[in-house]
């Protein structure tokens, strides 16, 4: 028997074709989405989106089930009636404004030009002012869950950005039946059944012991806001591993699977990447390492983690509390120097050479002792997630001359992420949350031999890859054999199907203790900038607002 799980990332989604006896993928296929992220002008139109706007176009999720599913199927020679469960994964908060049948109101010709109709992506950080309202309301309020969500909200998290919907285009919200995670909703696309994930309810939309804030809170944010669960939201929550439904005729038509095969309930990108690396049991943060970095981990007890993204009973392993933290910008940011900051030379050095770019710069700046460059970076070009949760911070580099070569900066802002992975450890571990070891799944730690080693030495921890080079795609169709009964549990799935590599990174004793230095260094310049005491970076982006209004 054969399960499919599909996730649904950032620019593309991947499907893999697995046997669920051993986890052995079959086949696998990936889809670039053709309108990617929407972040300049939507698709059709000149007019400019205005800055930290992230959107996408749900028909880009469809086509990724058009042509995935089937060329996984070609490609194994596997029969339809042999595949028994499907599933996917996504990034969140993804959310989307639909019709009471599901359907998008960016697919409408009335709503088409207006970008709150659009997916609000992920990293669509333009709800910072509703974010900022919901937390200052929460503390006045004495609102107890906020202290489960790290004491912030995020804007990148699903009232945030629901909220920025009502306030900024009401005609929007008056019109959406239903606010909705993208990962739930291409379920409702995919058996017609409409279910809620207790993952994504749990961490991105404040859902603790199967409730939402009160109706008093929403209405204390906007009056017309009060109602929002009631009317535009489900109180009902589906646990991961379960049973969606299973595949309409429609989606059987463009997957070519059976009508009735099982879907298995929505999960988060990160989350359900740690059964698919045998993460089951406290102590093991895993490391969802792509354009952004999600930390996941299992603990037995409740405590309030500063900055985390949030606790969820169940959220990842039934049975443990599942602990989530995050950086908002990790291989984004090495992608924004490399494409925007490298001389020519270096170009054609690693043409010569024949590597791309990023390995070039990673060969070269290899060869570097940690501290030679003299350089710390702070990295936050895309805003803090954790400890901080905030939007408005932006990057910065201290200790360029103009001696300062491109490898030099490269390495720093590889460093500057495994310090900020630090920071977060230490959150966990001052609460008594321990973290004995690292697990990386993506692309990125599988590529670049100097992150993996730098991580181990500024964290003090091993560190280990997935087995999977689709892990989130393989944790979609392990849940997939849960929901089809193949295996009894997530953790059985776990045992047979999920996988790591032999190869262990240590630490280096001499590399850490300059580490230990830098890292000092860095924390200043975090608190400094991060935590009140300058405010420079709020200051510059509110000037830039007013230039480009």
Not at 246 to 271: E, I, M, R, S, Y
Not at 301 to 318: A, F, N, Y
Not at 347 to 358: F, I, N, P, S
Not at 421 to 431: L, P
Request: net charge negative; charged share 25%.
């Amino acid at each position: 028997m054969y399960t499919i799980g599909i996730d649904f990332g950032t620019e593309s989604g991947r499907a893999v074709l697995v046997d669920t006896r051993d986890g052995r993928e079959v086949a696998s296929a990936v889809h670039q989405y053709k309108n990617g992220v929407i972040d300049e002008h939507l698709p059709g139109s000149d007019k400019a989106l205005p800055p930290d706007w992230a959107l996408q176009d749900p028909m880009d999720y469809i086509e990724v089930l058009k042509q995935t599913v089937p060329a996984v199927l070609k490609q194994s020679g596997v029969k339809p009636e042999e595949v028994v469960g499907i599933g996917i994964d996504f990034t969140a908060c993804t959310m989307l404004p639909t019709k009471k049948d599901g359907t998008p109101l960016c697919t409408l010709p009335e709503w088409r030009e207006n970008p709150h109709a659009w997916i609000k992506l992920w990293k669509h950080h333009a709800a910072q002012p509703q974010a900022d309202q919901i937390n200052e309301t929460a503390r006045r309020m004495g609102e107890s869950w906020l202290d489960l969500y790290g004491g912030k909200i995020s804007s990148e998290w699903f009232f945030s950005k629901a909220l920025q919907i009502l306030q900024e285009a009401p005609e929007v919200y008056e019109a959406a039946d239903r606010l909705i995670e993208a990962a739930d909703w291409l379920i409702w696309q995919l058996c017609g059944v409409e279910t809620r994930n207790t993952c994504t309810a749990g961490y991105k939309a404040i859902v603790q012991n199967g409730t939402y804030p009160s109706r008093e809170y929403f209405a204390a944010l906007d009056p017309r806001f009060a109602d929002v669960v009631d009317t535009k939201m489900s109180r009902e929550f589906a646990p991961l591993g379960s049973k969606a439904g299973g595949l309409t005729d429609q989606a059987a038509a463009w997957t070519g699977l059976k009508p009735g095969t099982a879907v298995a309930v929505a999960n988060v990108d990160a989350h359900v990447t740690a059964p698919a690396v045998k993460a089951v049991k406290p102590g093991q943060m895993v490391m969802i390492m792509g354009t952004s970095t999600c930390h996941i981990m299992n603990g037995d007890s409740l405590q309030p983690v500063e900055g985390m993204c949030g606790v969820v009973d169940g959220g990842i392993i039934p049975g443990q509390w599942g602990y989530e933290a995050g950086q908002s910008g990790v291989g984004d940011i090495f992608a924004w120097f490399v494409d925007n900051a490298v001389p020519p030379e270096y170009h054609e050095a690693a043409k010569a050479a024949g590597l791309d770019l990023h390995q070039y710069l990673e060969r070269e700046a290899a060869k570097q002792k940690p501290g030679e460059h003299g350089l710390i970076a702070l990295d936050w070009w895309n805003g803090n997630r954790s400890v901080l949760v905030d939007a408005d911070l932006t990057g910065l580099l201290v200790g360029g001359t103009l001696a300062t070569r491109a490898p030099d900066i490269y390495r720093a802002l590889i460093e500057a992420t495994a310090f900020g992975t630090r920071i977060i450890i230490e959150a966990f571990e001052e609460r008594g949350i321990a973290v004995n070891e690292l697990i990386a799944a993506g692309g990125l730690p599988e590529k670049n031999a100097m992150l993996r080693q730098i991580y181990a030495d500024v964290t003090g921890r091993s560190f280990r890859l997935s087995g999977s080079s689709q892990a989130p795609a393989l944790g979609s169709a392990m849940h997939a054999a849960v929901a089809a009964g193949v295996y009894p549990d997530i953790a059985a799935a776990a045992e047979k199907m999920g996988k790591l590599k032999d190869e262990v990174v240590e630490p280096i004793a001499e590399n850490k203790a300059v580490y230990d230095e830098l890292y000092r260094e860095y924390k200043i310049l975090y608190d400094y900038f991060g935590r009140g005491q300058n405010d420079v970076m709020k200051r510059l982006k509110q000037i830039k607002r007013r230039a480009r209004a």
